[in-house]
Protein backbone atom coordinates (compact mmCIF):
# COMPACT_ATOMS: atom_id res chain seq x y z
CA UNK A 1 0.00 0.00 0.00
CA UNK A 2 2.87 2.03 1.16
CA UNK A 3 4.22 1.85 -1.78
CA UNK A 4 1.95 2.63 -4.27
CA UNK A 5 0.76 6.24 -2.38
CA UNK A 6 5.07 6.99 -3.03
CA UNK A 7 4.65 6.05 -6.56
CA UNK A 8 1.67 8.02 -6.83
CA UNK A 9 3.69 10.89 -5.19
CA UNK A 10 6.82 10.57 -7.32
CA UNK A 11 4.32 10.39 -10.46
CA UNK A 12 2.19 13.18 -9.36
CA UNK A 13 6.01 15.41 -8.74
CA UNK A 14 7.14 14.44 -11.93
CA UNK A 15 4.52 15.94 -13.77
CA UNK A 16 3.67 19.28 -12.04
CA UNK A 17 7.36 19.87 -11.34
CA UNK A 18 8.26 21.11 -14.99
CA UNK A 19 4.76 22.76 -15.61
CA UNK A 20 5.47 24.57 -11.84
CA UNK A 21 8.52 25.12 -13.12
CA UNK A 22 7.55 26.40 -16.75
CA UNK A 23 5.06 28.98 -14.83
CA UNK A 24 7.64 30.25 -12.20
CA UNK A 25 10.41 31.14 -15.12
CA UNK A 26 7.33 32.64 -17.39
CA UNK A 27 6.21 35.20 -14.52
CA UNK A 28 9.71 36.26 -13.54
CA UNK A 29 10.11 36.45 -17.04
CA UNK A 30 7.15 38.82 -17.87
CA UNK A 31 7.67 40.44 -14.39
CA UNK A 32 11.29 41.31 -14.81
CA UNK A 33 10.85 43.68 -17.73
CA UNK A 34 10.79 46.77 -15.68
CA UNK A 35 13.19 45.66 -13.59
CA UNK A 36 15.91 44.78 -16.43
CA UNK A 37 15.31 48.24 -17.62
CA UNK A 38 15.71 50.03 -14.40
CA UNK A 39 18.49 47.83 -13.68
CA UNK A 40 20.41 48.67 -17.38
CA UNK A 41 19.24 52.92 -16.40
CA UNK A 42 21.27 52.70 -13.38
CA UNK A 43 23.90 50.80 -14.78
CA UNK A 44 24.68 53.06 -16.74
CA UNK A 45 25.03 55.79 -14.78
CA UNK A 46 28.82 54.52 -15.08
CA UNK A 47 29.86 56.10 -18.35
CA UNK A 48 31.87 52.96 -19.25
CA UNK A 49 30.20 50.07 -21.71
CA UNK A 50 32.89 47.43 -19.58
CA UNK A 51 32.13 48.81 -16.25
CA UNK A 52 28.36 48.85 -16.85
CA UNK A 53 28.92 44.48 -17.75
CA UNK A 54 30.44 44.56 -14.56
CA UNK A 55 28.01 46.62 -12.13
CA UNK A 56 25.55 44.24 -14.06
CA UNK A 57 27.25 40.67 -12.83
CA UNK A 58 28.33 41.86 -9.40
CA UNK A 59 25.29 43.99 -8.80
CA UNK A 60 22.92 40.49 -9.70
CA UNK A 61 25.35 37.93 -7.55
CA UNK A 62 24.54 40.30 -4.58
CA UNK A 63 21.00 40.19 -5.88
CA UNK A 64 20.06 36.55 -6.04
CA UNK A 65 21.49 36.10 -1.97
CA UNK A 66 18.75 38.97 -1.13
CA UNK A 67 16.13 37.23 -3.28
CA UNK A 68 16.74 34.09 -1.47
CA UNK A 69 16.83 35.00 1.95
CA UNK A 70 13.69 36.86 0.63
CA UNK A 71 12.29 33.18 -0.49
CA UNK A 72 13.13 31.65 2.48
CA UNK A 73 11.88 34.47 4.92
CA UNK A 74 8.58 35.12 2.57
CA UNK A 75 6.14 33.97 4.77
CA UNK A 76 7.38 35.98 7.89
CA UNK A 77 8.40 38.89 5.46
CA UNK A 78 4.65 39.07 4.82
CA UNK A 79 3.48 39.40 7.83
CA UNK A 80 4.67 42.72 8.36
CA UNK A 81 3.75 45.68 5.96
CA UNK A 82 6.54 47.80 6.38
CA UNK A 83 8.77 46.15 4.20
CA UNK A 84 6.41 46.73 1.52
CA UNK A 85 6.38 50.24 1.94
CA UNK A 86 9.96 50.59 2.44
CA UNK A 87 9.91 48.85 -1.23
CA UNK A 88 6.98 51.63 -2.58
CA UNK A 89 9.13 54.30 -1.49
CA UNK A 90 12.63 53.37 -2.58
CA UNK A 91 10.72 52.50 -6.16
CA UNK A 92 9.23 56.09 -6.15
CA UNK A 93 12.13 57.75 -5.08
CA UNK A 94 13.54 56.17 -7.96
CA UNK A 95 10.88 57.34 -10.56
CA UNK A 96 11.17 60.89 -8.66
CA UNK A 97 15.14 61.00 -9.27
CA UNK A 98 14.75 60.04 -12.68
CA UNK A 99 12.49 62.93 -13.59
CA UNK A 100 13.31 65.70 -11.82
CA UNK A 101 16.57 65.45 -12.65
CA UNK A 102 18.82 67.34 -15.66
CA UNK A 103 19.60 65.66 -18.29
CA UNK A 104 23.08 64.70 -19.24
CA UNK A 105 23.68 65.37 -22.81
CA UNK A 106 27.25 66.38 -22.42
CA UNK A 107 28.76 62.95 -23.50
CA UNK A 108 26.08 61.60 -26.27
CA UNK A 109 23.93 60.07 -23.53
CA UNK A 110 20.35 61.12 -22.41
CA UNK A 111 20.66 60.00 -18.87
CA UNK A 112 18.85 60.86 -16.07
CA UNK A 113 20.01 60.42 -12.45
CA UNK A 114 23.00 59.56 -10.79
CA UNK A 115 26.56 59.31 -12.06
CA UNK A 116 28.58 56.83 -10.07
CA UNK A 117 32.41 56.70 -10.68
CA UNK A 118 33.08 53.35 -9.24
CA UNK A 119 31.50 49.68 -8.44
CA UNK A 120 31.47 50.05 -5.62
CA UNK A 121 28.84 52.62 -5.68
CA UNK A 122 26.20 51.27 -7.70
CA UNK A 123 26.36 47.37 -7.00
CA UNK A 124 24.54 48.15 -3.59
CA UNK A 125 21.78 50.22 -5.88
CA UNK A 126 21.52 47.83 -8.00
CA UNK A 127 20.83 44.74 -5.77
CA UNK A 128 18.40 47.09 -3.43
CA UNK A 129 16.63 47.84 -6.51
CA UNK A 130 16.27 44.09 -7.51
CA UNK A 131 15.25 43.64 -3.64
CA UNK A 132 12.10 45.99 -3.98
CA UNK A 133 11.28 44.45 -7.21
CA UNK A 134 11.31 41.00 -5.87
CA UNK A 135 8.75 41.99 -3.08
CA UNK A 136 6.04 41.66 -5.23
CA UNK A 137 7.80 39.00 -7.66
CA UNK A 138 8.79 36.30 -4.83
CA UNK A 139 4.94 36.58 -3.12
CA UNK A 140 3.76 35.41 -6.45
CA UNK A 141 5.99 32.64 -7.12
CA UNK A 142 5.42 31.27 -3.62
CA UNK A 143 1.53 31.48 -3.93
CA UNK A 144 2.23 29.62 -7.17
CA UNK A 145 4.27 26.28 -5.43
CA UNK A 146 4.46 25.65 -1.57
CA UNK A 147 7.34 23.75 -2.88
CA UNK A 148 11.09 25.95 -2.08
CA UNK A 149 13.24 23.87 -4.01
CA UNK A 150 11.25 24.48 -7.21
CA UNK A 151 10.95 28.03 -6.49
CA UNK A 152 14.35 28.42 -6.04
CA UNK A 153 15.30 27.22 -9.53
CA UNK A 154 12.52 29.30 -11.43
CA UNK A 155 14.21 32.18 -9.31
CA UNK A 156 17.77 31.53 -10.38
CA UNK A 157 16.67 30.92 -13.43
CA UNK A 158 14.64 33.91 -13.52
CA UNK A 159 18.16 35.99 -12.52
CA UNK A 160 19.58 34.56 -15.39
CA UNK A 161 17.16 35.57 -17.37
CA UNK A 162 16.98 39.31 -15.73
CA UNK A 163 21.18 39.77 -16.47
CA UNK A 164 20.17 38.39 -19.99
CA UNK A 165 17.45 41.29 -20.30
CA UNK A 166 19.32 43.99 -18.49
CA UNK A 167 22.33 43.92 -21.58
CA UNK A 168 19.95 43.90 -24.04
CA UNK A 169 18.11 47.14 -22.50
CA UNK A 170 21.63 48.53 -21.75
CA UNK A 171 22.10 48.67 -25.67
CA UNK A 172 18.74 49.44 -26.46
CA UNK A 173 18.60 52.47 -24.54
CA UNK A 174 20.87 54.46 -25.98
CA UNK A 175 19.16 53.17 -29.92
CA UNK A 176 15.40 54.48 -28.19
CA UNK A 177 14.60 57.73 -27.14
CA UNK A 178 11.46 57.36 -24.99
CA UNK A 179 12.89 53.94 -23.44
CA UNK A 180 13.76 55.13 -20.49
CA UNK A 181 11.32 56.87 -19.58
CA UNK A 182 8.82 54.42 -19.95
CA UNK A 183 10.82 52.03 -18.18
CA UNK A 184 10.94 54.14 -15.02
CA UNK A 185 7.31 54.76 -15.61
CA UNK A 186 6.56 50.81 -14.88
CA UNK A 187 8.68 51.44 -11.90
CA UNK A 188 6.13 53.98 -10.30
CA UNK A 189 3.59 51.51 -11.66
CA UNK A 190 5.57 48.52 -9.18
CA UNK A 191 6.11 51.11 -6.23
CA UNK A 192 1.90 52.02 -6.85
CA UNK A 193 1.27 48.58 -6.43
CA UNK A 194 3.26 47.94 -3.37
CA UNK A 195 1.84 51.08 -1.57
CA UNK A 196 -1.61 49.87 -2.43
CA UNK A 197 -1.23 46.52 -0.72
CA UNK A 198 -0.25 48.84 2.80
CA UNK A 199 -3.20 51.35 2.51
CA UNK A 200 -5.87 48.14 1.39
CA UNK A 201 -4.76 45.37 -0.29
CA UNK A 202 -7.92 45.08 -2.31
CA UNK A 203 -7.42 48.20 -3.95
CA UNK A 204 -4.39 46.57 -5.77
CA UNK A 205 -4.48 45.70 -9.87
CA UNK A 206 -4.51 42.37 -10.70
CA UNK A 207 -1.52 41.05 -12.66
CA UNK A 208 -3.11 41.02 -15.99
CA UNK A 209 -3.52 44.65 -16.10
CA UNK A 210 -0.44 45.40 -14.60
CA UNK A 211 1.14 43.18 -17.36
CA UNK A 212 -0.95 45.19 -20.26
CA UNK A 213 -0.41 48.59 -18.90
CA UNK A 214 3.29 47.64 -18.54
CA UNK A 215 3.50 46.16 -21.81
CA UNK A 216 1.49 49.50 -23.72
CA UNK A 217 4.24 51.90 -22.05
CA UNK A 218 6.93 50.13 -23.06
CA UNK A 219 5.42 49.63 -26.49
CA UNK A 220 5.21 53.32 -26.57
CA UNK A 221 9.13 53.17 -25.13
CA UNK A 222 10.20 51.77 -28.27
CA UNK A 223 7.89 53.98 -30.56
CA UNK A 224 11.27 56.08 -30.81
CA UNK A 225 14.39 55.49 -32.14
CA UNK A 226 17.51 58.02 -31.60
CA UNK A 227 19.06 59.10 -34.80
CA UNK A 228 21.92 56.67 -35.83
CA UNK A 229 24.63 59.32 -35.80
CA UNK A 230 23.54 59.54 -32.08
CA UNK A 231 23.69 55.75 -31.28
CA UNK A 232 26.80 55.31 -32.71
CA UNK A 233 28.63 58.15 -30.97
CA UNK A 234 27.24 56.79 -27.75
CA UNK A 235 28.51 52.76 -28.58
CA UNK A 236 31.67 54.09 -29.93
CA UNK A 237 32.47 56.78 -26.99
CA UNK A 238 34.43 53.53 -24.71
CA UNK A 239 37.09 53.41 -27.63
CA UNK A 240 37.58 57.15 -27.99
CA UNK A 241 37.65 57.16 -24.14
CA UNK A 242 40.54 54.24 -24.18
CA UNK A 243 42.39 55.81 -27.30
CA UNK A 244 42.46 59.42 -24.89
CA UNK A 245 43.87 57.24 -22.16
CA UNK A 246 46.69 55.88 -23.71
CA UNK A 247 47.51 58.90 -25.61
CA UNK A 248 47.43 60.66 -22.13
CA UNK A 249 44.66 63.33 -22.70
Known amino acids: ?3 NIFEY ?12 LLILIFLEAVLSADNAIALAAIAQGLDDKKLEEQALNLGLVVAYVFRISL ?28 FTS ?21 IPVI ?16 AVSDEKWLVIAGTTI ?8 AGLFIRWLDEFENLEDAGYITVSF ?7 KVVNNTFVPPQ ?17 RNPPEEVELVLSEPDIKSQKSKEGV
Request: aromatic content about 12%.
Open 1 to 3: MLD
Open 9 to 20: LNFQLSIEAPIV
Open 71 to 98: LLTATWVEKFWQFDLLGAAYLLWLVFQH
Open 102 to 122: EENETDGHHHHGPRFTSLLQV
Open 127 to 142: ALTDLAFSLDSVTTAV
Open 158 to 165: GVLTLRFM
Open 190 to 196: VGLRLLL
Open 208 to 224: WIMITAIALILAWGFSK
